[in-house]
């Protein structure tokens, strides 16, 4: 393992800062009587690629000077298959290395691993700049572009995902059909069902209590074997780092219980899709106590903006709400999900739901992203989506009353292909996240809808095989 002189610390850190985090880190491990520290990134996907090493020396080492990886950590796809058409990563690279950076205040105990911590990381390149394509440090822009407008964008993550009575051999010799759900039927809301399998779900919500990720609520959902539970609002950053580390542990508790959970968007053709609904609320720097959502008596002109410009930007950011192929499939009229750029009050047929009763409670919540979405990423485009309005001061369209289904609206993408090409063409896109990240992103998305063009389906075999 080589290591760099790059000193480690969250951004917009001062020295003396980062010292501070080292020294609660060191402190941190020691009273948790840690031997192991996992460390790592999210990939474009989502998925958390790093190492592990003794606590000793992540310490003495790794937590001031970083850790190399090579940059193929951004030319995987989902599958490992290389992806030869970036410019970051590639043969033409050498595949050389880039810097894994712990950000020492992400650092927790691991509840359901005895003995180890978890710590995130932030990635530069060998002379210390930014990796612009890194997922995290594109949602630290954004946060980055709120602070410089005076606001702070906080946000709420509700996850559904689904569990079955499998392992990931026996999940995989079926080929992922015909499993066994961990509950038969559906029972949405039920305590019952609910107390069935709260060996499992009890052990997630205290597992990530003591992770330091609030939880407020879990309930069983409209599938067999599906579960939603509910991350306590906190500013986005903290919010992704925290959804990162909790997608990792479900799926890790759920086997220590016999279990195999999915976050994919659509399991089935007959199952309920699986989503990741955004609340979302707004502070002034100068008055961080107070719901800038909130005026006197009711929305602010500057929730009006906010949501005007999630609203513009919904169909050009749909490529990072809703990722892969498999995402379309959940979004139909009907399915809870919505398929227009539409708002209304307390309305869960529109793709953006208004909840304005008080200042506490005042928020909007994006129920576009589907549980495969990447959280940086996900929330990245909702940040974006917002200072858009903002700097523009757009105002929204009329609020949908009843069935957003039923009324007209701006179409959203209703395939992966469709929403690359609205990515594409997106000027807020570049203006936002910048060229280098587009382009990555972009690329990354052509050749996972180019792969799915090539596979030949079990649909197309059973339709297909004697009839032509």
């Not at 020492?104 to 990796?131: F, K, Y």
């Not at 990072?320 to 209304?344: D, E, F, I």
């Not at 910048?434 to 992103?441: N, S």
Request: charged share 20%; with cysteine; hydrophobic share 40%.
């Amino acid at each position: 393992m080589t290591n760099t002189s790059i000193s480690t610390g969250h951004a917009g850190a001062t020295n003396g800062q980062a010292d501070t985090a080292r020294e609660a880190a060191r402190a941190l491990i020691e009273s948790h009587q840690i031997t192991t520290v996992q460390f790592g990134m999210t990939d474009i996907d989502g998925q958390v690629r790093g190492k592990f090493v003794p606590a000793d020396f992540f310490l003495d080492s790794i937590v001031r000077r970083g850790s190399s990886i090579p940059n193929i950590v951004f030319g995987w796809d989902i599958e490992d298959t290389l992806m030869d058409c970036f410019t970051v990563s590639g043969w033409q690279t050498g595949y050389s290395d880039v810097v894994l950076v712990p950000d020492p205040t992400t650092l927790r105990p691991v509840p359901w691993e005895p003995g180890h911590a978890v710590v995130l990381c932030d990635v530069r390149n060998t002379d210390g700049s930014e990796v612009p394509v890194a997922p995290r440090t594109v949602l630290a822009k954004q946060v980055q572009r709120a602070a410089a407008l005076g606001y702070r964008l906080t946000a709420g993550y509700e996850l559904e995902f689904y569990l079955y009575r499998e392992t990931p051999e026996s999940a995989a010799a079926k080929g992922y059909r015909n499993l066994t759900p961990a509950s038969p039927g559906i029972a949405t809301f039920s305590l019952n069902r609910h107390s069935a399998l709260e060996d499992v779900i009890g052990a997630i919500r205290e597992g990530m209590r003591a992770c330091d990720i609030p939880i407020l609520a879990s309930n069983t959902e409209y599938g067999a074997g599906q579960v939603e539970i509910n991350i306590e609002h906190a500013d986005v950053l903290t919010t992704a780092d925290r959804v990162a580390i909790y997608k990792n542990g479900v799926r890790r508790i759920a086997e220590q219980h016999g279990y195999l959970a999915t976050f994919m968007a659509k399991v089935s053709t007959d199952a309920a899709g699986s989503s990741a609904h955004i609340h979302q609320s707004i502070q002034r720097l100068d008055a961080p106590a107070r719901n800038a959502m909130w005026d006197g008596d009711g929305p602010s002109a500057l929730m009006r903006q906010a949501l005007a410009g999630q609203l513009a930007t919904m169909r050009e950011f749909t490529a990072l709400y809703c990722p892969t192929v498999n995402s379309y499939k959940r979004r139909v009229p009907g399915s809870w999900s919505p398929v227009s750029a539409a708002w209304g009050t307390d309305n869960r047929t529109a793709a953006l739901r208004v909840i304005a009763t008080d200042e506490s409670t005042c928020r909007m919540e994006n129920r576009l992203p589907g549980a495969d979405a990447n959280p940086y990423l996900a929330l990245a485009a909702c940040v974006a989506g917002v200072l858009h309005g903002v700097e523009n001061q757009l105002d929204p369209p009329p609020p949908v009353a009843g069935n957003a289904y039923e009324e007209s609206g701006a179409p959203l993408p209703r395939s992966l292909a469709e929403a690359v090409d609205a990515f594409g063409g997106s000027t807020v896109a570049r203006g936002a996240f910048g060229d280098a990240f587009v382009d990555h992103y972009l690329a990354s998305r052509l050749w996972e809808r180019d792969r799915h063009r090539e596979a030949v389906s079990d649909w197309e075999a059973a339709r297909y095989f004697t009839r032509v």
